[in-house]
């Protein structure tokens, strides 16, 4: 029976980990030379305060190298003000414990401890966010996609987060410090690549629906949960959930994401600013759609690196980011009637472009 066992797991070990569930709780630290992982948090807070944090670990080219750790993360204050914090740091000073969730990147801290969360970004004398809270249900993975080459894993690891949080915050261009505190929501990611990210992923939509920050308002509507993945062929990978004021949870299957009323940004990055969906499962359809209606922030981080980090970065893929608080107006309808679920979502909209072929010099 002991030899048994001691084959079962050997054989555990030896498949590859495109087969195994995704372990959030430390990195992988693979070898290919496009590898990178990173968990990702969106928050927002109940005064309108916006905050992104990735805890990142990548292998670069030289000089930067393999094994590097960086944090970045942004804070959007509710009239438009900007703060960006980011550190990267070689392996010794960044790290995890291997024995529980606990990555540290710099003074940068994310840890959990059973269904509790902390998320710890920034330094004594500058700007500071602590984040606290947990997920009400489960993780939520996408399916594992892989071409001959490439590999990618996903999972929100923190769906429907809500949780309470302090700032204090120097916006660019400004000496004083802005603090705050108060409840928070949003949803954390966690993502794998073993690959360049131009061949797995050509844009990523993530909406997640906002419950009201009133204790006094009971919650009873359900809230939506949406996450449409466009892969470079074309096809969608999409997951989409209703969950209640219990913690019960809808899950669809057949959706369909139309993206419609494309805006044109710079540098030939695009995105919708109305989508439409379509779903059903056994017992229930789902049909809507979901507007950008008050712009949080547009972001590409290759807009605030220097030209150290520039320089190495061109032959890496360019993400736009576009943030919004959205509307959404959805139709759900079971063997009991039509139900119409209408409110605010976070979202965020990833549009994914190829770095830029150098141009072969002509030999004369």
Known sequence: MKLIKIIIVSLICLLPFSLRAMDHSKPLMLSDKYYKEYWEQHFLFEDGTFITSQFLVANFPWPVGRDHGIMISTVVSPDGKRAIIKNGRN?????????????????????????????????????????????????????????????????????????????????????????????VQGFGTHAIFNGRVEGLLKSWLRISGLTSFKDDEEQTTLIPFLSSMERPDGRQDNILTLKNADNDVIVFSDITVSYK????????????????????????????????????????????????????????????????????????????????????????????????????????
């Open 91 to 183: 392996l010794g000073k960044w790290g995890f414990d291997s024995g529980k969730f606990n990555l540290f990147i710099h003074t940068h801290r994310l840890k959990s401890e059973g269904r509790q969360h902390d998320i710890h970004v920034g330094t004594v004398g500058r700007s500071v966010v602590d984040i606290t809270g947990k997920a009400s249900i489960p993780p939520l993975d996408h399916q594992p996609y892989k071409t001959k080459k490439d590999y990618m894993k996903s999972s929100f690891y923190l769906p429907y987060f809500e949780g309470d949080g302090k700032w204090s915050i120097q916006y660019d261009g400004k000496k004083s410090f802005v603090t705050g505190k108060g409840k």
């Open 261 to 364: 009323d494309i805006v044109k940004a710079s540098k030939k990055s695009s995105y919708p600013t109305v989508i439409e969906i379509t779903a059903k499962n056994d017992t229930a359809s789902l049909t809507g759609t979901i507007h950008f209606t008050r712009k949080i922030d547009h972001f590409n981080i290759m807009d605030h690196l220097n030209f150290f980090e520039r320089t190495f970065a061109k032959s890496r893929a360019s993400v736009a980011n576009y943030r919004y608080i959205a509307d959404y107006d959805l139709s759900y309808v079971t063997s009991e009637g039509t139900q119409k679920l209408t409110g605010k979502a976070l979202s965020e909209y990833k549009d994914i472009l190829p770095p830029k072929k150098k141009k072969k010099k002509r030999r004369k």
